[in-house]
């Protein structure tokens, strides 16, 4: 056993992990524009047309501003220590690749682990934002689906600040296509699916910053009366709602660290990467709270708890032609989320399945395209079943939780490398500097990002307590699984097929 654990802690020498990028087949054809928009494809959509409706009815009201704010903090202290560590460690795999030169492959496994967690929730909720803006767009041409194929299996209540769970007894069939489909498409190269997320970029930018222009001409101030809310109990309104809200909406940011993902597949990683990773959490942090204070100024925010807010939102303008427009450039927006989303999650696979962590299947890539189009059919099969049987609350909250993790470690990666590499240097740096303790490089940036991590967290985690308390046990028990399957996975499958590279005996990355 004790040799068991000195392998989960070795480091993979970062030359052994370079190597393995320019022997992984994937072609170098992406430029730092491409990398912008498959950030902006990831990050724009879910966060303003999904989860914002929810996280201002429930938790923050009009003040779902602020809790924009405070989540992009977050990401963008986490995103600047990506760009540092993306232009140090050009390679594919993000926090995962980064974690196992710093920290270990164990640490990196587990990582890895929770980072698929946070992917496969995010294509499953996208695909429920997607499923109700198809079903409002279809109404408006008076077609109408049975409501027991665009439902949820499971539903979700705020009672008393807190989320309560109940069978609704119907199956979002429509959202489980929606997540089928990104997968199936991603099988077609990057290259096609990149001209595909640069139309579907360029059409739902313009269609926001339309709903942007024309709704701020029929905003009612008054819905913004109370800015923010007297606190109701619990997370539902105050300032515990504001922070209830931004661990909501944290996952809206996670196109940034799928642009990490493409460092194999960009023709100058340490330049390019960081201008995606930077450029398109600005852009889009922009948008967003440009949107949500026309939003709130549109609707009552308790009114906008629905999977479709933004098409709420515009029905109460009364333009029905504007309407549909918005609608479908809704459905633009959602669709490049989850091609984006597919795409981060089967470079992961591919990665981890190379290291020998994780079934060979991941590795198969297809002889014409030159995608790993099994594992994108397998994890757009599991999207599917989460988004046909779960609700969009509960993804938001095991995805935050999930995001966190690899972002803390992604912080506590960039410190690692300073104490223990000062002689790497790519083509970025985080700013503001730090202090060495001892020998220990402490960076202000990375300290910021891990408290700003945590304080997602802790909303989430004292809500799933209340949960557990009240019987509501399913978060915490698909959280447990999760975990101690991959616990499992690692020990019993992965150090018999790890393939570890000058290994024997290493603590550094040199």
Same mark, same amino acid.
Request: proline share 4%; with cysteine.
């Given at each position: 056993?004790?040799?068991?654990?000195?392998?989960?802690?070795?480091?993979?020498?970062?030359?052994? &992990?370079?190597?393995?990028?320019?022997?992984?087949?994937?072609?170098?054809?992406?430029?730092?524009?491409?990398?912008?928009?498959?950030?902006?494809?990831?990050?724009?959509?879910?966060?303003?047309? $999904?989860?914002?409706?929810?996280?201002?009815?429930?938790?923050?009201?009009?003040?779902?501003?602020?809790?924009?704010?405070?989540?992009?903090?977050?990401?963008?202290?986490?995103?600047?220590?990506?760009?540092?560590?993306?232009?140090?460690?050009? $390679?594919?795999?993000?926090?995962?690749?980064?974690?196992?030169?710093?920290?270990?492959?164990?640490?990196?496994?587990?990582?890895?682990?929770?980072?698929?967690?946070?992917?496969?929730?995010?294509?499953?909720?996208?695909?429920?934002?997607?499923?109700?803006? !198809?079903?409002?767009?279809?109404?408006?041409?008076?077609?109408?689906?049975?409501?027991?194929?665009?439902?949820?299996?499971?539903?979700?209540?705020?009672?008393?600040?807190?989320?309560?769970?109940?069978?609704?007894?119907?199956?979002?069939?429509?959202?489980?296509?929606?997540?089928?489909?990104?997968?199936?498409?991603?099988?077609?190269?990057?290259?096609?699916?990149? !001209?595909?997320?640069?139309?579907?970029?360029?059409?739902?930018?313009?269609?926001?910053?339309?709903?942007? +222009?024309?709704?701020?001409?029929?905003?009612?101030?008054?819905?913004?009366?109370?800015?923010?809310?007297?606190?109701?109990?619990?997370?539902?309104?105050?300032?515990?709602? $504001? =922070?209830?809200?931004?661990?909501?909406?944290?996952?809206?940011?996670?196109?940034?660290?799928?642009?990490?993902?493409?460092?194999?597949?960009?023709?100058?990683?340490?330049?390019?990467?960081?201008?995606?990773?930077?450029?398109?959490?600005? &852009?889009?942090?922009?948008?967003?709270?440009?949107?949500?204070?026309?939003?709130?100024?549109?609707?009552?925010?308790?009114?906008?708890?629905?999977?479709?807010?933004?098409?709420?939102?515009?029905?109460?303008?009364?333009?029905?032609?504007?309407?549909?427009?918005?609608?479908?450039?809704?459905?633009?927006?959602?669709?490049?989320?989850?091609?984006?989303? +597919?795409?981060?999650?089967?470079?992961?696979?591919?990665?981890?399945?190379?290291?020998? !962590?994780?079934?060979?299947?991941?590795?198969? &890539?297809?002889?014409?395209?030159?995608?790993?189009?099994?594992?994108?059919?397998?994890?757009?099969?599991?999207?599917?079943?989460?988004?046909?049987?779960?609700?969009?609350?509960?993804?938001?909250?095991?995805?935050?939780?999930?995001?966190?993790?690899?972002?803390?470690?992604?912080?506590?990666?960039?410190?690692?490398?300073?104490?223990?590499?000062?002689?790497?240097?790519?083509?970025?740096?985080?700013?503001?500097?730090?202090?060495?303790?001892?020998?220990?490089?402490?960076? $202000?940036?990375?300290? =910021?990002?891990?408290?700003?991590?945590?304080?997602?967290?802790?909303?989430?985690?004292?809500?799933?307590?209340?949960?557990?308390?009240?019987?509501?046990? =399913?978060?915490?028990?698909? =959280?447990?699984?999760?975990?101690?399957?991959?616990?499992?996975?690692?020990?019993?499958?992965?150090?018999?097929?790890?393939?570890?590279?000058?290994?024997?005996?290493?603590?550094?990355?040199?």
């Amino acid at each position: 056993m004790s040799s068991r654990w000195k392998r989960a802690l070795a480091r993979k020498p970062l030359e052994s &992990v370079l190597a393995d990028a320019e022997a992984s087949g994937l072609r170098r054809q992406l430029g730092a524009g491409s990398l912008l928009i498959l950030g902006v494809a990831n990050i724009l959509g879910a966060g303003i047309y $999904v989860m914002t409706g929810e996280a201002a009815a429930s938790f923050a009201g009009p003040a779902v501003l602020l809790s924009f704010v405070l989540a992009g903090l977050a990401c963008g202290f986490t995103g600047l220590c990506y760009a540092e560590l993306s232009s140090v460690i050009p $390679v594919s795999g993000s926090a995962y690749s980064y974690c196992q030169v710093t920290l270990g492959e164990g640490l990196a496994w587990a990582l890895g682990w929770m980072i698929m967690l946070e992917y496969t929730l995010a294509a499953a909720a996208v695909a429920v934002g997607f499923s109700g803006y !198809l079903l409002s767009l279809l109404g408006d041409m008076g077609i109408s689906i049975p409501a027991a194929l665009a439902v949820s299996s499971i539903g979700a209540d705020q009672v008393g600040g807190h989320t309560a769970l109940r069978l609704n007894g119907g199956v979002n069939l429509v959202a489980a296509l929606a997540a089928m489909a990104a997968a199936v498409t991603l099988i077609f190269g990057v290259g096609r699916s990149s !001209l595909a997320n640069t139309v579907l970029v360029l059409i739902k930018v313009a269609v926001l910053v339309g709903f942007i +222009a024309v709704g701020s001409r029929y905003v009612q101030a008054e819905n913004w009366q109370p800015f923010l809310p007297a606190n109701e109990g619990g997370f539902a309104y105050g300032w515990p709602g $504001v =922070l209830r809200a931004a661990a909501m909406l944290f996952f809206a940011y996670l196109g940034f660290e799928t642009v990490s993902m493409a460092a194999a597949e960009a023709r100058n990683p340490r330049r390019d990467v960081p201008i995606g990773i930077l450029g398109s959490l600005v &852009v889009c942090t922009v948008l967003y709270i440009a949107a949500a204070v026309v939003l709130t100024g549109l609707v009552p925010f308790r009114e906008l708890g629905v999977a479709d807010p933004v098409a709420l939102a515009v029905d109460r303008i009364g333009w029905p032609g504007f309407a549909i427009l918005i609608k479908i450039g809704a459905l633009t927006g959602l669709g490049s989320v989850l091609l984006a989303n +597919a795409y981060g999650h089967s470079r992961m696979c591919l990665t981890m399945a190379r290291d020998g !962590l994780m079934p060979p299947v991941f590795t198969r &890539v297809h002889a014409r395209f030159g995608t790993p189009w099994k594992g994108n059919l397998i994890l757009g099969s599991i999207a599917a079943t989460l988004a046909a049987t779960l609700p969009i609350s509960v993804l938001g909250d095991l995805i935050c939780l999930g995001i966190a993790s690899a972002f803390i470690v992604v912080c506590i990666s960039v410190m690692w490398l300073r104490t223990h590499r000062p002689d790497l240097r790519g083509g970025f740096r985080v700013p503001l500097g730090g202090v060495r303790i001892g020998k220990v490089w402490i960076g $202000v940036v990375p300290v =910021l990002g891990i408290a700003m991590c945590l304080s997602m967290m802790a909303p989430v985690l004292a809500d799933m307590f209340t949960q557990v308390r009240r019987g509501d046990l =399913l978060p915490a028990t698909i =959280l447990t699984v999760y975990v101690v399957a991959g616990i499992a996975i690692y020990f019993f499958y992965g150090l018999r097929h790890s393939r570890r590279v000058g290994l024997a005996g290493e603590g550094s990355v040199a």
